[in-house]
């Protein structure tokens, strides 16, 4: 089954002061130099640090092992029938919160009583809140109240019927704009208006209910820069290579698993998971920095989307350390339960959020605007319908097929077996590598998804092209005594 080490292009990344990536270029181009090792790899210092904070976990014995914010304001005010939306602004006294409603007169006071109150009853932390409800549980917060034609429910469902239009590629957003009380919709060309107009009267939308803007955001996809960082996207790190003309230096692409936080360290580190194979060595922690998306030129200095490295990179077993059968490393084999490593975010990438991964508009493709995505709100193991996202498929979905099953004679690495895997038909191209494996639950919210595993490689059985999976559990025994969280935060898991 081949393994997935690098991306779908391997460029010649050679510079005295900095690593070239991003382009593809004749494997044969070669030139040598010697790069400053900071450029590659963390530092001493800051491998020391990190030593000092994991070392001081007791690492005890094996382990045994056998919404978004428009649902979130609708369902805290289900039930109140003139409610048109919140917002908050900045006023010249300071912030002011906007309620909509649909009435006039002692109605419309009513509804803004009521949605003040049902807001107020909301849970401390409440995901998804906007500002606007958030500030109406302060006693002196400043609120004013503006009469409008439509409620908010009926915004969303005249913006989901809009959404049939975003396959065709000219619309380029829709949104239940509380502000402006319409569904507004974003075209990259005004010469669409008439084609949305169409669609939006065939839908039972009122004219003074539709608003059309020309909004090209140009073309975006997982391979581009986009902020926060987030599962599913690609991600870039040096490969040095050693010749009879010296070292060379490679770019390898993988991609981002999810943002994840290492919590029972002194400190804690906020980081992501990737494979171990999208690093200098497999299965060693070597501290190799990487790349979002790509490596620029003078990285040494040039560090703007280096988003941090890799700190913890589990050893191979030998033996039956975990007193099971399935993962038991057979004799003259070496062993991984998974195919992970953790990466602590550096710089401005420390406050990253947990628990997102990228969410491509349709399965089959790379592009993504940057902002949809799933949320982690829960963990498990493979199994069923899942889905998968990497910077080469795009978002994927199939079947898992196999399960616990060990995997030997791994391309390039003889003599190493990676036990209890897991085998499905979504799409696994090289680039792939480190991307998330999820089942789509739909709870509480809907695109709430369980985090299963890391995707890694890719083969064929009976002639069936499939990917390969190591699943959360067998990651979190690697890990041990390490307790590394992947859901939101507000879930804990």
């Not at 382009?23 to 210092?45: I, S």
């Not at 409620?151 to 959404?163: G, R, V, Y």
């Not at 990259?188 to 939308?205: T, Y």
């Not at 990179?313 to 007193?323: E, F, I, K």
Request: proline content about 6%; charged content about 15%.
């Amino acid at each position: 089954m081949g393994r997935r080490v690098v991306g779908s292009s391997v460029a010649l990344a050679v510079l005295i002061t900095a690593i070239v990536a991003g382009q593809t270029q004749a494997a044969g181009a070669r030139e040598t130099a010697d790069v400053p090792p900071d450029a590659l790899v963390a530092g001493d210092e800051e491998r020391a640090k990190v030593q000092e904070a994991l070392a001081g976990v007791d690492r005890g014995a094996a382990p045994k092992l056998a919404g978004d914010e428009d649902e979130q304001l609708l369902r805290a005010t289900s039930g109140i029938a003139g409610f048109a939306g919140i917002w908050l602004d900045d006023g010249p006294a300071g912030p002011v919160t906007t309620i909509a409603v649909v009435g006039t007169g002692a109605k419309a006071t009513q509804v803004a009583a009521d949605v003040r109150s049902a807001l107020r009853q909301q849970p401390a932390g409440v995901p998804a809140l906007n500002e606007g409800a958030k500030a109406l549980a302060k006693t002196d917060a400043r609120v004013k109240t503006v009469q409008v034609s439509y409620p908010f429910a009926q915004l969303k469902k005249w913006q989901s019927a809009m959404d049939a239009l975003l396959p065709g590629g000219a619309v380029t957003f829709t949104d239940a704009d509380e502000r402006n009380n319409t569904v507004t919709v974003g075209v990259n060309d005004l010469g669409a208006r008439a084609a949305v107009v169409r669609h939006a009267e065939k839908a039972g939308i009122p004219r003074d209910a539709l608003k059309v803007v020309e909004a090209n955001f140009g073309p975006q996809s997982l391979r581009d820069d986009h902020r926060p960082v987030t599962g599913g996207q690609q991600i870039s790190y040096a490969i040095p290579v050693i010749g009879p003309i010296g070292t060379i230096f490679y770019t390898g692409q993988c991609t981002l698993g999810v943002t994840a936080r290492l919590v029972n360290t002194s400190p804690q580190f906020t980081g992501y998971l990737t494979n171990s194979h999208c690093s200098t060595d497999y299965a060693q922690t070597d501290y190799v920095y990487h790349w979002q998306p790509s490596i620029p030129w003078g990285a040494l200095w040039n560090t703007a989307n280096r988003i941090g490295y890799e700190i913890l990179d589990p050893s191979l077993y030998t033996g039956n350390p975990y007193g099971s059968e399935a993962l038991a490393c057979p004799s003259g084999y070496r062993c991984r339960l998974s195919d992970a490593a953790f990466g602590t975010f550096e710089g401005d990438y420390t406050s990253t959020a947990t628990g997102w991964i990228a969410r491509p508009a349709t399965t089959g493709t790379i592009n993504w605007n940057g902002t949809d995505k799933y949320r982690i709100t829960a963990t498990g193991t493979p199994t069923g319908a899942i889905s998968g996202v990497g910077r080469t498929s795009g978002r994927s979905t199939g079947t898992v097929t196999s399960s616990c099953v060990r995997i030997s004679n791994i391309e390039d690495m003889p003599n190493i077996a990676q036990n209890c895997q897991y085998i499905g038909t979504y799409s696994s191209q090289p680039g792939d590598s480190g991307g998330p494996v999820f089942r789509v639950t739909n709870s509480p919210l809907t695109n709430d998804v369980m985090f299963v595993g890391l995707n890694w490689g890719s083969g064929t059985v009976n002639g069936q092209p499939v990917g390969i999976i190591s699943s959360w559990p067998m990651m979190q025994a690697d890990f041990h005594p390490y307790d590394i969280r992947v859901c939101v935060s507000v879930y804990g898991c």
